[in-house]
């Protein structure tokens, strides 16, 4: 099964994980009216089985280069997975929340286990849980060597061999360090500062590059067709990076002592409790995402800032729009800055942005479109024909496609 599974909260790090449960009889409505010490017990007591290999396939919506084989997937706010699940046997499920080690949750605190749901399986393919990597390769070729089309068909197979690739699913292709056409990176720190050092009860500001969002602020401003790398820290606890309208790929994340944690071999082990690894960002590297909790361990100051370096291309897309902290109320606060994306060719345009459009051509009532003078002098840009039987009215944003 594909689960596509959305973090709306914003204040809980989920830490998703899948295991066996032997309820023993127990109806599932008591288990659902369990809480305190009497869940605790029943998760330590019946979700004991191995937990559950599922792949990861898109991170933010976005399809990954390869299917990511885990255990435990984590959520930190605004995220979202798509994760390929298989359930070996019949009977019921934990999906649990193994929590976050607390260097690396958004409120700091020391990690939980949590229950999340119950899953009931029917009957069907029973097998182990150590044969679930060889049946998913299966099933995945089954369904290339039926579905993909004939033009790609042994493309997708081969890619399938080769450690689960989904090359030619990918929406963005790996952005290289030749590909870089600005020298001089973005850089994007987060903070939340006293307004008054010496009087915390003045409460505090929530910044982005030290200040708090004003409307009044010129944009940050990035040149259309660009490819650049961006540097993100954040200070004294983590926040989620989020921007919109153009993701990132993913090319290294420093711990304070800065090893790269983002790939497989190195485990992230800064600020944890007895050597527990974080395993958050285990595999990001070269993943494409909108969304990405920046570390920084507590009360450290600088000197626990995680380095977080990503790199996008400007490609499709002008006008403005914003970054922030995906904890909404922190973005409420003013931990958000604006970001232009211009055309060198049409700057006058690009300050304007997007421009609706409206059209309806039924051959007696003359189209507002025709009637309507853009800022950048584009004349009834999107007119829509209507046939003779049916009249056809649209109402879209007229924006740029640059190949």
């Not at 395993?279 to 920046?294: A, E, N, P, S, V």
């Not at 309507?372 to 109402?395: C, D, E, H, M, T």
């Amino acid at each position: 099964e594909r689960w596509r599974i959305i973090h709306g909260g914003v204040r809980d790090s989920v830490n998703l994980e899948f295991r066996k449960a032997v309820l023993n009889n127990m109806p599932v409505s008591d288990v659902r009216n369990l809480s305190g010490k009497a869940l605790q017990r029943f998760i330590n007591n019946n979700c004991t089985g191995a937990p559950l290999t599922h792949y990861r396939v898109a991170s933010d919506g976005l399809t990954m280069n390869n299917m990511q084989p885990a255990t435990q997937t984590t959520f930190q706010p605004g995220y979202r997975w798509d994760l390929v699940t298989v359930f070996p046997q019949s009977g019921f499920y934990c999906v649990l929340d193994k929590s976050v080690p607390a260097a690396g949750a958004v409120n700091n605190e020391p990690p939980t286990t949590t229950l999340v749901g119950i899953v009931e399986v029917g009957n069907g393919v029973n097998m182990n849980v150590t044969d679930i990597p060889s049946y998913v390769k299966q099933q995945m070729l089954n369904l290339a060597n039926t579905n993909a089309p004939e033009s790609v068909r042994a493309n997708v197979v081969a890619d399938l061999n080769d450690g689960l690739k989904l090359s030619r699913y990918t929406p963005h292709k790996t952005l290289t360090d030749a590909d870089v056409t600005e020298s001089t990176p973005q850089t994007v720190t987060y903070a939340i500062v006293p307004k008054n050092p010496n009087n915390l009860n003045e409460g505090f500001n929530f910044t982005i590059d030290g200040k708090v969002f004003s409307e009044t602020d010129e944009p940050r401003t990035l040149k259309l067709g660009a490819v650049q790398d961006w540097i993100v820290k954040s200070t004294n606890g983590g926040h989620p990076h989020h921007v919109h309208v153009n993701p990132f790929q993913i090319v290294s994340i420093l711990d304070p002592q800065g090893r790269d944690v983002s790939g497989f071999d190195t485990p992230d082990t800064a600020g944890s409790e007895g050597g527990v690894a974080d395993t958050q960002y285990r595999g990001m590297k070269g993943t494409w995402r909108d969304t990405l909790f920046i570390k920084s361990l507590p009360r450290q100051g600088t000197a626990g800032q995680y380095t977080v370096t990503v790199r996008t291309q400007y490609n499709r897309y002008w006008g403005d729009f914003v970054l922030h902290c995906h904890i909404l109320d922190h973005e409420d606060r003013g931990m958000m800055q604006k970001v232009r994306i211009y055309d060198p060719a049409n700057p006058i345009a690009t300050r304007f942005g997007p421009v609706p459009i409206c059209g309806l051509d039924d051959g007696k009532t003359k189209p507002f479109a025709t009637k309507f003078k853009s800022p950048y002098g584009v004349s009834n840009p999107l007119l829509l024909r209507s046939s003779s039987k049916s009249k056809i009215q649209a109402s879209i944003m007229a924006t740029p496609v640059v190949q």
